[in-house]
């Protein structure tokens, strides 16, 4: 393999109004990996040959159910601005912005290219890079709707009750700057620097009415979307998720991810809650622990990832053969009175802490139709019995209401909420 | 595309003597992307199909003049022992878990898998995922030789001239804990868990011996060795490094990179010398800059990268019609009487400062023959008068001799040091 093989290849990608420097693509680009959503819009039609955009329009928003991408730059924002006009005009120039990257074009109207004394629209370092499965999925937390006793907003009313500011566990030991949030952008891609690209260049946008409070990058998926695929391994070498919700199963998208017409509030539907956690691992004290031990933790095998007494991943779990306190048997919804929750997080390394010891652990990410009766529960049990929690500390928390999806381009992030 | 089209397929990476797991690949694998080097030892074969191993055997270390891969974590080690046995213990050790990690093979002899009340050999996570082009590449700091004026193992004397402490330049800003180093390996590969795996299981291997002091995950590359190859774009949006010295240009290689018989010290010929400085762009001041002014600070179009006056990016440069302070001027080998590097470097992002602004920028990695003739000159012009230098700052700096290539089986990183 040379170099150039795994070089991106002609790209959709281009420079629109910089001079000379190529052609505008005007038309929505069609991806070919939504195929389980019900897609409205211009851009649900079938995969463009060699396209590898995901459709952004949509009953839903992507990112959730569709397949998980290899890498993450998730960041979370403090809204600065106090004027509503100006918080719902950012709104509006995100939703565009995310529009025209997660199809592979470049932010911007191509305006500024007749005048080179003015900052780019975009940044530019994406260019010539292919879309790569980019997905933007915009939350909103707690904050928005009230902070400090204030309604800042006028939003106060709509808040959902579904939308619950977490309640502390044992031993979390989380760190304010690195938790909470007004605002909220997950940006998936196979490509970390069109990731990268996509929050840079929203924070840009953002000047003046929003800044970037904490962000997290992470490396490496440990979660799968897609049925009969193997789940990637977290840090500490283990498969876990591995009966996490497939994009396929529109009926348990329904019961556990979606929120329903009926569950209220109205602008939430076809939304989702998601929590995200920076659970911090010690590695280093792992590394020391006995195989036998770690599968005792887990209630997996290490090597195939199969539960304890069985052959493969994908077998049926026989809870007890397991320890009582084993990860798995634990989070699985007999345990939790069925409570279930679409996971979708990633590994991070974040260099190393000042003992030498590496940062890095699982940037955790899941969805639900409600954090009641979804993470809280499930984490409340964890929390409280998980032998992996001797392995394992939650240093940063957050929680998002996840709006429906942009149905077209008259429609904009959040828009039923402001209505 | 579906989930697992862009899963990694079937693995040569197997389990080890983790019970029932696999079969043991005992054989060497070879790789198909180290054409350019001269290459002895088992493993430089043509290509087995499908492999992507880069071959770890050769006269030169693999990850300067192969092909750059995608993702970046380098780590500098502080020796904590000073048992010069200990030492070299070590260093057998990590030669032999480099040459099984870039083979896509596990770390250890299998024996764990008999008792399993021991901890693994490998910590797992990279388990069924590809060699991903994965390189290891080592390297010997100043502080190995003499620290606080001790001798510490006996090799003051052993000390290259050409391994010299980097003057202090204009600008620096940096932090102790994130330069120098007494040991460092370079972990390169298309996919980041493998590199963050190889570091892990490194750092893990050195324990009681040596402790990781810093560590940087680069998540895109910014250079090419490959010739005609499209020069990967900067966090500024910038191609920078196009005239970069590629793996088949064997005479710019032998005069500009590789150290030759008669430079000395004998145990260096066939190795190089590595400079990293971790440079911190200032991104939301660079996106408030027009394009005009972009441009003629680097003396290159933003869209294109041609340079300033020409139409494509290989185009000679005019130097002539740049300003007299644009980065590719000043940084041409024409302004530095002739001094070339070969460039490697790689951008980060390390989530936000205090300030919620990115903490983004450059991993800068530079071989050279003789760090007198490369860097230095390069960046005292660099530093005094580079229109860039607005926009960016060195916060981390590093020097490290890189020996040459592990010949065979019998041989270790460092073995003609210690003869």
Same mark, same amino acid.
């Given at each position: 393999?040379?170099?150039q093989?795994?070089?991106?290849?002609?790209?959709r990608?281009?420079?629109?109004?910089?001079g000379?420097?190529?052609?505008?693509?005007g038309a929505?680009?069609a991806?070919?990996?939504a195929?389980?959503l019900?897609?409205?819009?211009e851009?649900?039609g079938?995969?463009?040959?060699?396209g590898?955009?995901?459709p952004?329009? +949509?009953?839903h928003?992507?990112g959730?159910?569709?397949?998980?991408q290899?890498r993450?730059?998730?960041?979370?924002?403090d809204v600065t601005?106090?004027d509503?006009?100006?918080?719902i005009?950012l709104l509006k120039?995100?939703?565009?912005?995310a529009?025209?990257?997660?199809?592979?074009?470049?932010v911007?109207?191509?305006?500024?290219g007749?005048n080179?004394?003015?900052p780019?629209?975009?940044t530019?370092e994406?260019?010539?890079l292919k @879309?790569?499965?980019?997905?933007?999925t915009?939350?909103? +937390?707690?904050g928005?709707?009230?902070k400090?006793?204030?309604?800042?907003?006028g939003?106060k009313s709509?808040r @959902?009750?579904?939308l619950?500011?977490?309640p502390?566990f044992?031993g979390?030991?989380?760190?304010?700057?690195?938790? +909470?949030?007004?605002?909220?952008?997950q940006?998936?891609?196979?490509? @970390?620097?069109?990731?990268?690209?996509a929050?840079r260049?929203?924070?840009?946008i953002?000047m003046g009415?929003?800044?970037v409070r904490?962000?997290?990058?992470g490396?490496g998926k440990?979660s799968?979307?897609?049925?009969?695929a193997?789940? @990637?391994?977290?840090?500490?070498g283990?498969?876990?998720?591995?009966?996490?919700i497939a994009?396929?199963?529109?009926d348990?998208?329904?019961k556990?991810?979606? *929120?329903?017409?009926?569950?209220?509030?109205?602008w939430?539907?076809?939304g989702?809650? *998601?929590v995200t956690r920076?659970?911090?691992?010690?590695?280093?004290t792992w590394?020391r622990?006995s195989?036998?031990?770690q599968?005792?933790v887990?209630?997996?095998?290490?090597?195939e990832?199969?539960?304890?007494?069985?052959q493969?991943?994908?077998?049926e779990?026989?809870?007890?053969?397991?320890?009582?306190?084993?990860h798995?048997r634990?989070a699985?919804p007999?345990s939790?009175s069925g409570?279930?929750?679409?996971r979708r997080g990633?590994?991070?390394?974040?260099g190393?802490?000042g003992? +030498?010891?590496l940062?890095?652990?699982?940037?955790f990410i899941?969805?639900?139709?409600d954090v009641?009766?979804?993470?809280?529960p499930v984490q409340?049990r964890l929390?409280?019995?998980?032998?992996l929690?001797e392995y394992?500390q939650h240093?940063?928390s957050?929680?998002?209401a996840?709006p429906?999806? *942009?149905r077209?381009?008259?429609?904009?992030w959040?828009r039923a909420?402001?209505a």
């Open positions: 393999m040379t170099e093989d795994t070089r991106p290849g002609p790209s990608r281009t420079l629109l109004g910089w000379g420097a190529g052609l505008a693509l929505a680009v991806g070919g990996t195929a389980a019900d897609l409205g819009g851009d649900a079938p995969a463009a040959a060699g590898d955009a995901v952004f329009h +949509g009953v928003q992507a959730i159910a569709t397949p998980v290899d993450l730059h998730f960041a979370a924002f601005t106090t509503r006009a100006k918080l005009a120039e995100w939703t565009a912005a529009a025209a990257m997660t199809a592979g074009r470049e911007g109207t191509g305006a500024v007749d080179d004394e003015l780019p629209d975009d530019g994406a260019l010539g @879309p790569s499965r980019l997905t933007l915009f939350g909103i +937390g707690p928005l709707f009230e400090d006793g204030k309604d800042r907003f939003l709509r @959902p009750e579904a619950v500011d977490l502390p044992p979390d030991n989380l760190d304010p700057a690195r938790s +909470g949030g007004d605002l909220c952008v940006a998936c891609a196979d490509d @970390p620097q069109v990731a990268v690209h929050i260049n929203l924070a840009r953002a009415r929003a800044a904490w962000s997290q990058l490396f440990t799968s979307t897609t049925p009969d193997q789940t @990637p391994r977290n840090m500490l283990f498969k876990d998720g591995t009966r996490n994009g396929t199963e529109t348990r998208l329904d556990h991810v979606w *929120v329903g017409e009926k569950d209220g509030p109205a939430m539907a076809g989702s809650y *998601v920076r659970i911090r691992m010690h590695i280093e590394d622990t195989l036998k031990e599968e005792d887990f209630g997996r095998t290490k090597a990832g199969a539960p304890i007494g069985k493969r991943e994908h077998d779990p026989n809870l007890k053969a397991m320890k009582p306190d084993a798995v634990l699985h007999d939790n409570a279930t929750i679409l990633y590994s991070f390394t974040d190393t802490d003992l +030498g010891r940062d890095a652990g699982l940037f899941a969805y639900q139709r009641r009766d979804g993470f809280i409340t929390s409280r019995s998980d032998a929690n394992i240093v940063g957050a929680v998002f996840v429906p999806g *942009v077209d381009k008259d429609d904009w959040g909420l402001f």
